[in-house]
């Protein structure tokens, strides 16, 4: 028998919003191709919303839609269970109650994933079901795909992503357009890339979500969000945007994660990146991730973060991967995590005032003789190097007449806890007249 005159493969979808609404139109639209690929028909044939009518309207005849996720759940005719309903809430529960039933997940859910991960990896292996997630990483770039599979000669040295595409999106504006934070932010929300609650875009907390799976895949280390460093874009200042262009770098939020010589650094700040570098024009809602292994050397991975069909491409693809596989053994099955879960490695995440990395610091001073020698002696006396330094003019800065300006330092790589001395010792000082402004730079080389 042909494996394409298997019977259909059943899927039960819970959320019809964004992604859901994606999901199930493009696998009507291409679903001869996706049956020809998977070898066999994948057919959602059962949604829940809490909003049955517009879910009704979105599926049109022949689907079930009901607003019980768990009716989803407890029908024996469902083989996969798509989980987009976002959060760490009712989610969790659904996910662990789909897998207690024996299906198999497939989720976009990378808040779920990186807080409550290993709790629902561990269900996953005792029952023998597949959790998969392409989609929870920058939403159609198939990067956990290259993690897990294309690069699995490698040893993983590391990887900065733009992996939040609301962020980017504000960022490229910002610097474009000069629209203000807010009317931005705005406008990526009606566009459908921020989160339920985008404080989880501009405070960096859903980039660590999504750091925190790719640093377990990479490096084969549990999935450990709550050891993650994260800051967001919230401080940035348009004064800070242009002066980094001044010195040849933008600024992105990056998601870093680095195999160290003390351990895994697990990070998402506000960087500046060289201009010239791929990574720092990546504009708008897109996304890029770059990944560097000891044999391939740097690869780099762009396309769409977000969205309703970018991301459904990914959701689709577990889908696929799922009905291939999902009658072989599970111990011949792709790891979740890459790695065998015997074989997953204890090594500690760096504290933030370990890491080594370089800085921009802007102070804003009085404009005064001894002000620079000050400033550059503290850090010297601290061991840490300079590599440039900007001073404007304080008319440019305040206007005629101004007596405070703009003093622009970027370092040299110093650990992080020797600047956060330098900077408490420079902020007292007297002509130091605001709080410094430090933002750390990855030369990405
Ligand atoms: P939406 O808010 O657009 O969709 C979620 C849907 O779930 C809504 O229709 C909501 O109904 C429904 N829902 C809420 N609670 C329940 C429940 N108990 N039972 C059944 N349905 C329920 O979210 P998105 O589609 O944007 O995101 C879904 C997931 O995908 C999230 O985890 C998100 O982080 C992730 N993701 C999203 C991307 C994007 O571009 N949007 C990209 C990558 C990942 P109601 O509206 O009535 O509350
Ligand atoms: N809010 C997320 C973003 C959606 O802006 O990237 C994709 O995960």
């Not at 809490?50 to 689907?63: I, Q, S, T």
Request: proline share 3%; charged share 20%; hydrophobic share 45%.
């Amino acid at each position: 028998m042909k494996s394409t005159n298997l019977s259909p493969i059943r899927v039960g979808l819970l959320g019809m919003g964004t992604v859901g609404t994606g999901t199930f139109n493009v696998l009507q639209r291409n679903q001869e191709e996706i049956r020809r690929r998977a070898g066999r028909g994948i057919e959602i044939t059962m949604v829940a919303d809490l909003d049955v009518a517009r879910a009704k309207a979105a599926v049109g005849e022949g689907v079930q839609v009901v607003d019980d996720a768990r009716k989803v759940i407890a029908n024996p005719d469902i083989d996969i269970v798509i989980e987009l309903i976002g959060g760490y809430g009712i989610a969790r529960a659904l996910v662990l109650e789909a897998i207690e039933a024996g299906k198999h997940v497939v989720t976009a859910n990378k808040a779920l994933l990186a807080v409550h991960g290993t709790e629902i990896f561990a269900a996953a292996h005792r029952k023998g079901v597949m959790v998969a997630f392409e989609a929870a990483v920058a939403g159609g770039i198939p990067i956990i795909k290259a993690l897990r599979e294309g690069l699995t000669a490698n040893s993983i040295q590391w990887i900065a992503g733009i992996i939040n595409g609301t962020t980017n999106f504000i960022l490229s504006e910002m610097r474009d357009k000069g629209l203000d934070f807010d009317v931005v932010l705005k406008e990526a929300q009606r566009l459908g890339y921020a989160e339920a609650d985008p404080t989880f875009d501009i405070e960096g907390v859903d980039a660590g979500h999504k750091v925190t799976l790719m640093s377990a895949i990479a490096f084969g280390i549990p999935v450990q969000f709550d050891k993650a460093y994260v800051e967001g874009i919230t401080h940035l200042a348009a004064q800070d945007i242009r002066y980094a262009e001044q010195l040849g770098y933008r600024i992105k939020l990056l998601g870093i994660t680095k195999r160290a010589a003390n351990g895994i650094e697990l990070r998402v700040h506000p960087s500046l990146v060289p201009a010239k570098r791929l990574i720092a024009n990546v504009e708008g809602a897109m996304n890029a991730v770059v990944v560097q292994g000891d044999a391939v050397g740097t690869t780099l991975y762009y396309g769409k973060g977000a969205g309703s069909e970018p991301t459904a491409s990914a959701v689709i693809a577990d889908l696929v991967d799922i009905a291939r596989l999902h009658t072989a053994d599970p111990e011949h099955r792709v790891p979740h995590l890459a790695f065998q879960p015997d074989a997953m490695s204890n090594l500690p995440i760096v504290p933030m005032s370990e890491v080594v990395t370089s800085y921009y610091l802007r102070l804003n001073v009085a404009d005064e003789a001894g002000v620079l020698a000050k400033v550059t002696g503290i850090l010297a006396s601290m061991g840490i190097s300079i590599d440039a330094v900007l001073q404007r003019e304080a008319d440019e800065v305040g206007g005629e007449g101004a007596t405070q300006t703009d003093l622009i330092i970027l370092t040299h790589d110093c650990v992080e806890a020797k600047m956060n001395e330098a900077l408490a010792q420079m902020q007292a000082l007297p002509t130091v007249l605001a709080p410094i402004t430090r933002i750390r730079k990855e030369e990405l080389a």
